[in-house]
């Protein structure tokens, strides 16, 4: 039976790459895209990327626990369910800043897949950079994230190096 070859640096940054642009349900020109204004950033380039894409609407809509998953939140984002700051926005790649309040719609407070939804949470644990009011179905941006309160299991610094090829 062949042995298996060990990856190469390039493999092991591409799998990281591949794997932090699934999490976030991104395509290829979309992340590379967020990749290129992080670098832009004079503050440290993986840190910022993995913040701007923390801080993406549909992302903060399911750590705040109104959807079961990514793919879930970026629908409801799309239908058009949430509002920011009293705004509708139906934009899944839009960024949040500290101090924003998202919220449900008051139409959609009353059916029942929303019912559904809140009355699971809390399912997971809501970061400290955001607060969540399940009772008025609001979130609240508090501030940037940290490193450490941000997705875990991503190493930046092979992304880094994979696109400063």
């Not at 549909?58 to 079961?68: G, P």
């Not at 919220?103 to 809501?126: H, N, Y």
């Not at 991503?154 to 400063?164: D, G, H, M, N, P």
Request: charged fraction near 30%; include cysteine; hydrophobic fraction near 35%.
């Amino acid at each position: 039976m062949p042995r298996r070859r060990t990856a190469s640096d390039w493999g092991l940054q591409l799998r990281e790459k591949q794997k932090a642009r699934v999490t976030f349900g991104l395509l290829e020109r979309q992340f590379r895209n967020y990749f290129e204004s992080a670098k832009k950033n004079p503050e440290n380039t993986g840190e910022v990327l993995l913040r701007l894409l923390e801080q993406r609407l549909d992302n903060v809509v399911y750590r705040l626990d109104f959807a079961e998953s990514r793919q879930q939140a970026r629908q409801m984002v799309r239908h058009g369910h949430f509002t920011v700051d009293g705004k509708k926005v139906n934009i899944p790649s839009y960024q949040l800043k500290p101090d924003q309040v998202i919220s449900w719609k008051p139409a959609d407070a009353e059916k029942p897949f929303v019912k559904e939804l809140v009355s699971a949470m809390p399912r997971k644990a809501v970061p400290a950079w955001l607060t969540c009011d399940s009772g008025n179905l609001k979130g609240t941006v508090i501030r940037r994230p940290k490193i450490d309160e941000m997705e875990g299991g991503i190493e930046t610094r092979l992304i880094v190096e994979f696109y400063s090829k």
